[in-house]
């Protein structure tokens, strides 16, 4: 569904203490903008924010940076992450951050062996062949990925698509990453710590299985 331009959303996101401008000013300081030395997870496509919210607020000792394209969108993100940190009594920019960004230009905010876990939840599957090297998966995003992923740093995968699930499988093996632990139904598996998602949601009370894999960059 796409979401109508709304005049008030950039201005509520710029009166946030947790949304970046100008994210690009903080390659190679991200630590100083944390102020910490504590592991940096990044979501791509955070989308409403229920998976970023939860994770951040549960994990204050690792820091979260979540990135969507939509002021309409990232809004709402804000609005569930205050929601979220509300409920624990801390604040959301003790550890999240918020920007507004193009995934094909990522590499523009992070420096080398800046994070240490990458997150890709449901990203749009681009099933004609023409389309698929804008998978999030696709060997062109995982060569900007490894410029800023530490040795050893991790892609969490989640999606519905049995086809790109299998492509991505091939793209992350040959690109130097080894996949440590795979899923073909997520919500009937041994995995735990599952944060569901507004579009898992859905498509599980569609009644399809949910895939997810862990893959580990090694060279």
């Known amino acids: 569904m796409r979401l109508r331009k709304k005049a008030w959303a950039r ?6 203490k947790f ?3 100008d994210p690009e000013t903080r390659k190679d300081k991200w630590h100083e903008e944390f102020k910490n030395d504590n592991p940096i997870y990044l979501e791509l496509g955070c989308g409403k924010g ?3 919210s939860v994770k951040g607020a549960e994990n204050k000792d690792i820091n979260y940076v979540a990135i969507d394209i939509k002021d309409e969108v990232l809004v709402l993100a804000k609005r569930q992450i205050e929601k979220e940190f509300e409920k624990v009594n801390r604040k959301p920019e003790e550890n999240v951050r918020l920007m507004a960004k193009q995934i094909a230009f990522i590499e523009e ?3 080398k062996n800046e994070v240490d876990r990458i997150y890709i939840n449901f990203c749009n599957p681009w099933p004609k062949k023409k389309h698929n090297k804008r998978r999030l998966t696709h060997t062109n995003f995982l060569n900007k990925y490894k410029t800023f992923l530490k040795l050893n740093g991790e892609i969490w995968f989640k999606t519905d698509d049995d086809e790109l699930f299998r492509d991505s499988q091939e793209y992350l093996t040959q690109n130097g990453f080894d996949i440590k632990y795979i899923t073909y139904d997520l919500h009937e ?6 944060v569901e998602t507004e579009h898992e949601r859905m498509f599980t009370e ?3 299985k949910i895939k997810c894999l862990i893959a580990q960059y090694n060279r």
Do not use: A, H, K, Y
């Open 11 to 16: 201005p509520e996101l710029e009166s946030s």
């Open 109 to 111: 905010v992070f420096d």
């Open 189 to 194: 598996s041994n995995f735990t710590g599952n």
């Open 50 to 52: 229920n998976f970023v």
């Open 206 to 208: 569609m009644g399809i």
């Open 19 to 21: 949304f970046l401008t």
